[in-house]
């Protein structure tokens, strides 16, 4: 490898745009082919866009690239969760006991349009838009492309290609056809989908509601959240059965319908939606699905990289930050200068992919516990006590949720099998009575509690690790 290679780069999204960026502050020559249109002069969201939650991973991620300061521009931050019960009553549940730790709410297509401006600026860096990647040769390090404006048909020789181009990438679909070497792949669904919608700014152009939480009305077998955006509106997002329950995207066809869903199910969220019908009517109804694949990568030639080669579900808050995390953590592989392409990418898929696994377990885990655990008693006591853990011993204790939203020096998988057992040892302390849950507990009480939790915590650990679990 040397910085004479050609290098080719599928997707201007926001793992490709970040990731081109990147590798040009190396040193590197790089060309990003993007099938869909400039997102900076077109309009392309559609109502197809989730919001996104910017956190430690994914700004430790732009640091690098001297990006964390513009994207903290466009950022709002949340402290917590804000559940909306179906009588309108609310209650709050932070994310973290230590001061000021928050995620960031932020606008897909503004974070993608000041990376692109970015990754452009760059002497190093072409962007072509409007041209779609039909497949690539991967023997010959070929990508075949289509232009949609003069439906031109080209090819494009690399020294080496990334797959940037998310779940549906055209390189990962290629390995699967080419049958040119051992290719796992799963993807799964969930069988819920997602519907974008709007609470608008208020005359003034504010916020109808919080702008520091993250809104859920959490409903069983489905919920709606909210994020806050810049302009004063709310992104709000349904997540419900195609074809299960009382209600369902496939029974939810008629006004009436929809009007009686909310009605009885989000009745304060329909009252701050003013065009809930159309907007119902009109926007599309997404998929929700986990991809999981390996090798990662051909021979020296090619890479898959973000959502391409691990997309997952978007119950975390993660799929951008582990997208941002793997060009980090690819940038960190070539500072050990390996020589090749082959031995990076190989050291690369082997540091990464437990973590990607992890994250794509932890979102599953999440949906569930987002639409059921929210609401439940022992589910409140639990958070009561990690809270006031956290908030008495910083240092020392991390929730799950922390150590894969704020601790970003640990890996997923990490994170993972730790917080795992640590939500074991304390509902199993809660349930059976071993320690209190009382908010107001002294320090030197709240330190007995710490003990206990960590002390189970081990023991549960060392049982998973001599195969008793």
Same mark, same amino acid.
């Given at each position: ?14 793992? @490709? ?55 903290? $521009? ?34 897909? @297509? $503004? ?11 760059? $002497? ?10 039909? /497949? ?13 404006? +003069? /439906? ?13 181009? @998310? ?86 066809? +008629? ?36 991809? /999981? ?8 030639? +090619? ?103 704020? /601790? ?62």
């Amino acid at each position: 490898m040397n910085k004479d290679d050609k290098i080719l780069i599928i997707g201007a999204g926001l793992c @490709g745009s970040l990731l081109a960026l990147r590798l040009a502050q190396r040193g590197f020559m790089v060309t990003v082919y993007e099938s869909r249109p400039d997102l900076r002069t077109t309009d392309i969201s559609a109502g197809r866009s989730i919001n996104l939650s910017l956190s430690g991973r994914g700004l430790k991620a732009l640091r690098l690239c001297g990006m964390e300061a513009k994207a903290k $521009e466009i950022c709002i931050p949340m402290f917590g969760r804000l559940m909306h019960d179906t009588e309108g009553n609310t209650f709050s549940s932070d994310y973290s006991g230590r001061d000021n730790e928050c995620i960031n709410s932020i606008s897909r @297509g $503004e974070l993608n349009a000041i990376l692109l401006d970015a990754a452009e600026a760059h $002497e190093n860096v072409a962007l072509y838009f409007n041209k779609q990647c039909e /497949k690539v040769d991967i023997e010959n390090n070929i990508a075949h492309f289509v232009d949609y404006k +003069t /439906k031109e048909k080209f090819s494009v020789h690399a020294d080496v290609i990334f797959g940037g181009d @998310g779940a549906g990438s055209s390189l990962r679909k290629s390995y699967v056809a080419e049958r040119a070497f051992l290719f796992s792949y799963s993807q799964a669904y969930l069988n819920h989908g997602y519907k974008e919608l709007e609470i608008p700014a208020d005359v003034s152009g504010k916020h109808q509601i919080s702008n520091a939480h993250l809104h859920i009305w959490p409903r069983g077998d489905f919920m709606l959240i909210a994020l806050p955006n810049m302009d004063g509106s709310f992104t709000v997002t349904l997540f419900l059965s195609y074809n299960e329950g009382e209600f369902n995207f496939e029974n939810l066809t +008629t006004e009436e319908k929809i009007t009686e869903f909310f009605e009885k199910e989000f009745p304060d969220a329909l009252a701050l939606i003013p065009n809930i019908k159309e907007e119902f009517i009109n926007n599309p109804t997404g998929p929700l699905g986990t991809i /999981k694949c390996a090798p990662w990568s051909y021979q020296n030639k +090619t890479l898959l990289i973000g959502d391409s080669s691990h997309a997952i579900v978007p119950f975390y808050g993660q799929g951008m930050n582990a997208s941002f995390e793997d060009v980090y953590v690819l940038d960190e592989i070539l500072d050990q200068n390996l020589g090749s392409w082959e031995a990076v990418f190989k050291a690369y898929q082997n540091t990464r992919k437990k973590d990607t696994d992890a994250i794509a377990d932890l979102a599953i885990d999440n949906f569930h516990e987002m639409r059921n655990h929210v609401a439940n008693p022992i589910f409140k006591e639990k958070r009561i006590v990690e809270m006031n853990l956290e908030k008495t011993f910083p240092t020392e204790y991390f929730s799950k949720y922390s150590m894969v939203t704020f /601790k970003e020096h640990i890996g997923y998988n990490e994170a993972m099998v730790r917080g795992r057992a640590q939500d074991k040892a304390l509902l199993n302390l809660i349930t059976s009575n071993a320690i209190s849950t009382a908010p107001d507990m002294e320090k030197e009480e709240l330190k007995v509690v710490l003990k206990k939790v960590q002390q189970k915590t081990e023991e549960i650990l060392k049982e998973a690790l001599t195969g008793v679990l």
